[in-house]
C-alpha cells in the first residue's frame, strides 16, 4: 500500500506565504516525478508545478517566479513553497506522484488535496 497526503495549507492574506507538503508512504521502492495541481471553485483542475526524479522543476506561468517546488527523497516529500499569494491562488491544491513500489509496480498515486484561501 502506498499513500500520498499533503498538509500545510490554510488561511493566509494577500501577499503571503505558505509552504505545503506531499508525502509519500508505505512499500515504496522510488519516487520519480511529483507534481502539484490545483482546483478553484467552479474551474478546471490546473496544473501548477513539476519536479522530477532528479530535481528539474518545471512551473505554471501563472505562478512562476513565486512557487517555488523541491523534494526530499530520504523523505519520499515534495514541498511548495508560495510566496506573493494572491486571492487568485484559492484552491484545492492537490499533488500526485509516479511511484515505484516494491513489487516494482509503477502507478501514478493522488494525495487527497489541501485548502489554500487567500483572502484579507
Known amino acids: 500500500q502506498v499513500h500520498l497526503v499533503e498538509s500545510g495549507g490554510g488561511l493566509v492574506q494577500p501577499g503571503g506565504s505558505l509552504r505545503l507538503s506531499c508525502a509519500a508512504s508505505?512499500?515504496?521502492?522510488?519516487?520519480?516525478?511529483m507534481n502539484w495541481y490545483r482546483q478553484a471553485p467552479g474551474k478546471q483542475r490546473e496544473w501548477v508545478a513539476q519536479i522530477s526524479a532528479g530535481s528539474s522543476t518545471n512551473y505554471a506561468e501563472s505562478v512562476k517566479g513565486r512557487f517555488t517546488i523541491s523534494r526530499d527523497n530520504v523523505k519520499n516529500t515534495s514541498y511548495l513553497q508560495m510566496n506573493s499569494l494572491s486571492p487568485e491562488d484559492t484552491a484545492v491544491y492537490s499533488c500526485?506522484?509516479?511511484?515505484?513500489?516494491?513489487?516494482?509496480?509503477?502507478?501514478?498515486?493522488w494525495g487527497q488535496g489541501t485548502q489554500v484561501t487567500v483572502s484579507s
Open positions: 508505505g512499500t515504496i521502492f522510488r519516487v520519480y516525478t
Open positions: 500526485n506522484a509516479q511511484i515505484e513500489d516494491r513489487d516494482y509496480n509503477i502507478k501514478i498515486y
